[in-house]
């Protein structure tokens, strides 16, 4: 039985179609998926994402623990900002890639994707033990309204009194929104400029009904927010991140922090993968077909070789043609390559990521 | 989800029309649940073109949205007597009217069709799935 998000009845209430992700049950796509994509890209989207997991890590431990815990450098993060990071097995593998927001010089809190949310609890329990620190799982108490878009700012501010022009990305700050107290962050996933505001279980009905009130927002579901983090380029866990991938063949190994002063899970077998050429890497791929790469699909060399996998892909919205992330083995010769799609061989052009940047 | 009491359906979730038809030509094309399940339909490809011969329960097309692809599969055996044009160049059509402009295909009947379900029947499968 799939859990439900506070938001729930208003999704029923406004006709979504609803999947089973990550163990809850939430809103694929209200009317038109691409319609929504398009009014994040244009205007402001409005995103329930309560499956997510916040966890706190509090005390006067807090930061070496996250340090050692976790592949980033926490400790010397400013009080109210925030911080892309990921979680690794002792292995170097994936287990989830996180934000973590630092609220107080004890009290940080980590957001992790829902499906690893009990994992990323558990291994911080564990983590932590050496330290004056404590670990709690508050996904429970919490649910996450997400505005993204480039009229996010101009909307907010029309229900708090908070500095909104002060906050700079991947920073955060507490305040009132629409008469409820909120965490107000400016993170988000989807390329645009935005916020996610973190509020107590019993406030989210209310103030998402605020905010969908305003006129040019539109209410947006998963498979808006899945096409949107791939045109601009990000991962997302169990497609383009698992346990058998490396920060490196991903891509992000700037976010593994080897020169930190201590020592953290993972650091030996990362070190060692920094030291040698990954034997694949995560790029970007455009169609040249109408055709999308999808998740699963090999991809192939001009001779028909398969040198690689399709990790995302979809039709997208904003470049009109099918774009997708995938990984493909090192030294192969990027002209020429194709995915097959069903049996049939695509071509498909090699490209930087991410496919959109805001200007 | 509209299902249209005159239509017969395949479990495959296409619809057929003009069982009736006195020149034996019936209308294909896929259910508002299927369209609505898919997504937005961004491509639309059918193996067999006019003249061509399709088998009951074979797939001879495919259809991508924005989320997924699947097989169109024939809900009839015939000779294809016409393909929708307008939804192969503008696919989104059969998520706007499944049942109407969003037709994709007509056969010519070579055999008296089989299981296929009334709109009850139907109805009660996609309640169920």
Redesign the interface.
């Known amino acids: 039985m799939s859990k439900k998000t506070p938001l729930y009845d208003v999704h029923v209430e406004l006709g979504a179609t609803l999947v089973d992700f990550a163990g809850y049950r939430m809103p694929l796509r209200y009317q038109s998926e691409t319609a929504e994509h398009r009014a994040v890209r244009t205007a402001a989207g409005l995103f329930d994402l309560s499956h997510m997991g916040e966890i706190f890590v509090s005390g006067p431990g807090a930061a070496a623990a996250l340090d050692y815990a976790l592949v980033g450098n926490l400790s010397p993060m400013a009080v109210g900002k925030a911080r892309y990071t990921m979680i690794c097995a002792p292995d170097g593998g994936v287990l989830d890639d996180l934000i973590v927001y630092r609220l107080a010089a004890e009290t940080f809190m980590v957001v992790a994707n829902a499906a690893n949310a009990a994992t990323v609890h558990g291994e911080l329990v564990e983590r932590a033990a050496g330290f004056e620190a404590a670990v709690e799982d508050r996904s429970a108490s919490y649910a996450l309204i997400a505005l993204q878009g480039p009229d996010s700012q101009d909307i907010l501010s029309r229900f708090t009194e908070a500095p909104l022009p002060d906050l700079r990305y991947y920073a955060v700050m507490a305040g009132e929104v629409a008469g409820v107290d909120a965490l107000i962050a400016r993170t988000g996933y989807t390329g645009e400029d935005g916020f996610e505001l973190f509020v107590s279980v019993g406030d989210a009905v209310p103030l998402w009904k605020e905010l969908a009130g305003v006129e040019g927002v539109t209410p947006a579901g998963l498979s808006a927010r899945d096409t949107l983090r791939l045109e601009a380029g990000m991962p997302l866990y169990g497609n383009e991140l698992t346990t058998e991938t490396t920060p490196y063949e991903a891509g992000l190994g700037r976010v593994v922090k080897l020169d930190k002063k201590v020592d953290f899970v993972g650091k030996a077998a990362l070190a060692a993968q920094a030291q040698t050429p990954p034997g694949r890497r995560l790029v970007g791929l455009v169609a040249h077909g109408r055709r999308a790469p999808r998740k699963g699909y090999p991809v192939v060399g001009s001779d028909g070789t398969p040198c690689g996998v399709v990790t995302s892909g979809a039709p997208s919205p904003t470049l009109g043609r099918p774009i997708a992330m995938a990984y493909v083995d090192s030294g192969v010769a990027e002209s020429g390559l194709a995915v097959d799609v069903r049996g049939r061989r695509e071509p498909v052009d090699v490209v930087a990521l991410p496919f959109y940047k805001r200007s | 989800m509209s299902v249209p009491e005159q239509l017969r359906y395949s479990e495959e979730h296409e619809w057929v029309s003009g069982l009736d038809n006195e020149d034996g030509i019936v209308t294909v094309g896929i259910t508002a649940h299927a369209a609505?399940a898919l997504?937005?339909i961004?491509?639309i490809e059918l193996q067999a073109g006019e003249g061509d011969t399709v088998e009951a329960g074979e797939p001879c097309g495919?259809v991508?949205s924005?989320?997924?692809?699947s097989d169109i599969y024939s809900p009839v055996s015939g000779e294809i007597t016409a393909v929708n044009a307008a939804v192969i160049d503008e696919p989104k059509v059969i998520n706007d009217d499944p049942y109407g402009e969003g037709w994709i295909f007509k056969v010519r009947l070579s055999e008296e069709p089989g299981d296929l379900l009334d709109a009850t029947a139907y109805s009660k499968l996609i309640e169920e799935s």
Do not use: L, P
């Open positions: 609505d997504g937005e961004v491509f495919e991508e924005t989320k997924s692809v």
